[in-house]
């Protein structure tokens, strides 16, 4: 690592040895180059297994940005229209919104409609399904709400209706391979054998990001059930399972080659994924407004938030995030497996900055 940079090495260490991190891995690009990767803690109790460069961890919507990558190079390749109905590619779709509109979270579909027990995560076409059939929170286009824990299955199945695999061979054999990015979601065994567990910094953390009973953004993050539920999070089930929007398992540094590669016009070490003009309409702002389920005003792209500074990525509930900084002219990934808030990123980004 370049001498610059070290007080944000010297912060993530402190990150750990005050405890209020377990473990975790932090990666920077910068002008081009991979200028920070660190790891430290542990995967599992402290004490215990070594957090190591090819530890995975679940990066909740981290993976949302991942997943729409994955329709937008159907988009590039002229497969699919952003401005052509759903119902276009998944006939069985009643909801009369766009494929933009999935892009950019205003579909009106932020919860899946049927209430179902952590088993579903399991099931695909149960949950496809449900939402093929449900009727919109409000008319499409109109107001924007996460969708939270839809997102990846209204993604993930245009892209299989449009290219016959799931989102998971997809994103393996079209972007994971192609750029060399230690991520993927429906994990095997050997890749399981390498995840870090989550744990809460609180224990009251899953009640406190639920939100009120019955609330939108309660049914949003709530069903199916489990997904807030560390039986559940750390389980071959969930490990093994597609639910694309919130199971993403990645590395910082895979998560941060990806954004270097976007930043850089959708091209990284000589291999083209997405086309320039494509990378800029997908990271430029399709609705500026209120967010109904995260109750305050966001700026959403083709699957990405927009921040005031002019950077777009996504960060995940309990503290992953990712993005790219064009104005800087940087990429950066940090993922942990201490689901608490995102102070400790806002705290590293502080440190980044006065580096550059």
Same mark, same amino acid.
């Given at each position: 690592m370049h001498a610059r940079f070290t007080p944000v090495r010297d912060y993530f260490h402190d990150l750990l040895a005050t405890g209020r991190e377990s473990?975790?891995?932090?990666?920077?690009?910068?002008d081009g180059q991979q200028v920070i990767d660190l790891v430290g803690g542990y995967r599992d109790v402290p004490g215990g297994a070594p957090w190591r460069p090819d530890t995975l961890v679940n990066v909740y919507s981290v993976g949302k940005p991942v997943a729409a990558l994955c329709l937008l190079l159907l988009v590039d390749r002229g497969q699919v229209d952003l401005d052509a109905?759903?119902?276009?590619?998944?006939?069985?779709? !009643?909801?009369?919104?766009? /494929?933009?509109?999935?892009?950019?979270?205003?579909?009106?579909?932020?919860?899946?409609? /049927?209430?179902?027990?952590?088993?579903?995560?399991?099931?695909w076409a149960l949950l496809a399904g449900d939402l093929a059939a449900a009727d919109p929170e409000w008319t499409p286009g109109s107001t924007a709400g996460e969708h939270a824990w839809t997102y990846g299955h209204l993604v993930g199945e245009l892209v299989r209706r449009v290219d016959g695999r799931p989102l998971s061979r997809f994103l393996a054999d079209e972007i994971a391979d192609r750029w060399r990015l230690d991520l993927g979601l429906g994990l095997g065994e050997a890749d399981q054998r390498r995840c870090a567990d989550l744990r809460y910094g609180d224990p009251r953390w899953p009640v406190r990001k639920l939100g009120e009973p019955g609330s939108l953004r309660a049914r949003a993050l709530g069903n199916p059930a489990g997904g807030l539920d560390l039986a559940v999070l750390n389980s071959a089930l969930w490990r093994g399972a597609e639910m694309p929007a919130v199971n993403l398992h990645a590395t910082a540094s895979g998560l941060a080659r990806l954004y270097a590669g976007l930043l850089a016009g959708g091209v990284l070490d000589g291999v083209r994924l997405i086309g320039a003009e494509l990378v800029a309409?997908?990271? !430029?702002?399709?609705?500026?407004?209120?967010?109904?389920?995260?109750?305050?005003?966001? !700026?959403?792209?083709?699957? *990405?938030?927009?921040?005031?500074?002019?950077?777009?990525? *996504?960060?995940?509930?309990?503290?992953?995030?990712?993005?790219?900084?064009?104005?800087?002219?940087?990429?950066?990934a940090y993922t942990t497996a201490v689901l608490a808030e995102h102070d400790r990123v806002d705290e590293l980004v502080e440190v980044l900055h006065s580096c550059l």
């Open positions: 473990g975790a891995s932090l990666a920077v690009w910068y109905p759903v119902a276009q590619y998944w006939s069985e779709f !009643r909801t009369p919104a766009t /494929v933009r509109q999935v892009l950019s979270h205003t579909a009106g579909l932020p919860a899946f409609p /049927v209430p179902r027990p952590a088993a579903a995560i399991a099931d309409e997908a990271t !430029r702002v399709q609705y500026d407004g209120p967010d109904l389920v995260l109750d305050r005003q966001v !700026r959403w792209t083709l699957g *990405m938030q927009w921040e005031p500074d002019g950077s777009w990525g *996504m960060g995940g509930i309990g503290g992953s995030s990712a993005w790219a900084d064009p104005e800087r002219g940087y990429a950066f």
